[in-house]
């Protein structure tokens, strides 16, 4: 394993990496197209290069992503941090474009841990697999407290089951946000199962499976929708003859202002009250 990094090291973690294994760390600059196109020639040699990208500027080596890394199958693993909101980082660095543009790449595997341990397993796993490239994106903000799984179906772990009418999907971080929002709807008497997908590309067929138990689907996730887990699964569902309505939410295709990420998320419906009120309305819009 090496370690990649275009002019990060410090922000995205990999300082002390650095300092006790100096000769498996390249910094390349301000130039995340080539840490990408270098870290596709260190595969072909018999590395596993990790490249540790803040997540808004993939968009700058997806051409080399697509192009020298999946086009060849190459195991290297992109982490990328500050993914959805960033907070007062401002417009240019909203993580919000990543998972959209992820989602075209064959091949692909992407990671959306929860929390502390997800992202050491996934992590794990990622490093482990040598068939193809692999990404894991989490945000920026501070670490939560442990959210463990109940049951696990497929790439999908079950946080809390209570009945079988509403299928709360919690991608990555917004999972903590869901539980939260659960709660909120127990006391409009609905039953509310969160699931936490733990893989999100390509989309785990077990999901699928598992909509078809409940009478409403809410997908949450802080990117914006196209190519997201909740797209997806309503296209896979429908594909499946699974009439099961698939409520989406995510962030608005627009440049979002600065702010703290609490605050942007709320305005845009993705805490805790915004999701158990777009889920009340939703229910009440297929079930009134």
Same mark, same amino acid.
Request: with cysteine; proline share 7%; aromatic share 4%.
């Given at each position: ?102 989602? *075209? ?5 992407? $990671?959306?841990? !929860?929390?502390?341990? +997800?992202? /050491?397993?996934? &992590? %794990? =796993? ?39 009418? *509403? ?5 990555? $971080?917004?999972? !903590?946000?869901?539980? +939260?929002? /659960?709660?909120? &709807? %127990? =006391? ?101």
């Amino acid at each position: 394993m090496v370690a990649v990094s275009a002019a990060m090291l410090g922000p995205t973690g990999l300082g002390p990496f650095a300092e006790l294994f100096p000769d498996r760390v390249f910094d390349v600059g301000i130039a995340e197209q080539h840490a990408v196109c270098s870290a596709a020639g260190m595969s072909m040699g018999g590395l596993h290069p990790v490249v540790a990208l803040y997540a808004t500027f993939l968009n700058r080596a997806f051409d080399q992503f697509l192009m020298d890394v999946a086009l060849h199958r190459l195991p290297v693993t992109l982490v990328l941090d500050r993914a959805g909101v960033t907070g007062p980082d401002g417009p240019s660095h909203h993580g919000m474009w990543d998972h959209t543009l992820l989602s *075209v790449i064959p091949g692909l595997r992407l $990671a959306a841990p !929860r929390d502390a341990p +997800t992202l /050491r397993a996934l &992590l %794990g =796993e990622a490093l482990a697999d040598h068939d193809g490239p692999t990404a894991l994106r989490f945000p920026k903000g501070p670490v939560g407290a442990d959210l463990p799984a109940v049951c696990r179906t497929g790439e999908t772990d079950l946080l809390c089951e209570s009945g079988g009418d *509403v299928l709360l999907v919690g991608v990555g $971080a917004m999972a !903590r946000e869901c539980l +939260t929002a /659960r709660d909120r &709807l %127990g =006391e409009q008497g609905l039953g509310v199962t969160v699931a936490a997908p733990r893989w999100v590309l390509p989309l785990d067929p077990e999901l699928v499976r598992l909509s078809a138990g409940y009478r409403l689907v809410v997908t949450v996730e802080d990117s914006v929708r196209a190519g997201g887990v909740g797209s997806l699964l309503a296209q896979a569902c429908a594909n499946a003859a699974n009439h099961i309505p698939v409520h989406v939410m995510g962030l608005p295709t627009t440049f979002l202002s600065h702010g703290s990420r609490s605050e942007l998320l709320a305005a845009a419906g993705l805490d805790a009250h915004g999701i158990a009120t777009a889920t009340l309305r939703a229910w009440d819009a297929h079930h009134a």
